[in-house]
């Protein structure tokens, strides 16, 4: 890769589906280690903590590599989360004020349940979602009700910029 390339360029040569199953892989049995030592409903919080906070500064690493946090330069940054067909998304609005989707099939729920792992999906990746964009602009409003992770048919993923 060039001389100038970006942690961010070189962690999206990699779609993020590729990713969360090799952190998944690492860090399942790292939990369960942890849970039997500590608990494992206070070793998931803290994991949780950690992957949100993580989920917050990539998304300010997003907006200031580039330069623009508003709702359309965000819709641009999805594809690395898309590629492989891991998310399959219906597009409802995508304006510079609105940005709806709905996710019909979700290859990362899918991953996680083949691994045996669920009850992790959520916290290795739902839980990033509303720290990602809070991060990437602390303007926008981020809302969903349902994922398909928690047994939905589908995500609805809204997010919203005040005028």
């Known amino acids: 890769m060039a001389e100038n390339t970006t942690d961010v360029d070189r962690l999206?040569?990699?779609?993020v589906l590729t990713r969360r199953e090799i952190e998944a892989r690492i860090l399942a049995p790292v939990i369960d280690a942890l849970g039997q030592e500590f608990g494992r409903d206070r070793v998931i919080e803290i994991?949780?903590?950690?992957i949100v906070d993580l989920a917050r500064e990539q998304g300010r690493a997003m907006a200031e590599a580039r330069g623009d946090a508003s709702l359309t330069s965000?819709?641009?940054?999805?594809?690395?989360w898309t590629r492989d067909n891991a998310?399959?998304?219906a597009v409802r609005e995508e304006t510079a004020e609105q940005l709806t989707f709905d996710v019909t099939r979700c290859r990362y729920a899918e991953m996680y349940s083949a691994l045996g792992i669920e009850e992790l999906g959520a916290v290795l990746s739902c839980?990033?979602?509303a720290a990602l964009i809070e991060g990437f602009n602390p303007e926008v409003r981020f809302t969903r009700t349902q994922t398909i992770m928690g047994g939905a048919g589908?995500?609805?993923?809204?997010y919203s910029k005040p005028r």
């Open 74 to 80: 965000f819709a641009a940054t999805l594809e690395p």
């Open 47 to 50: 994991v949780r903590g950690v």
């Open 127 to 129: 839980n990033r979602d």
């Open 87 to 89: 998310l399959t998304m």
């Open 154 to 158: 589908h995500c609805d993923f809204r």
């Open 12 to 15: 999206n040569a990699v779609g």
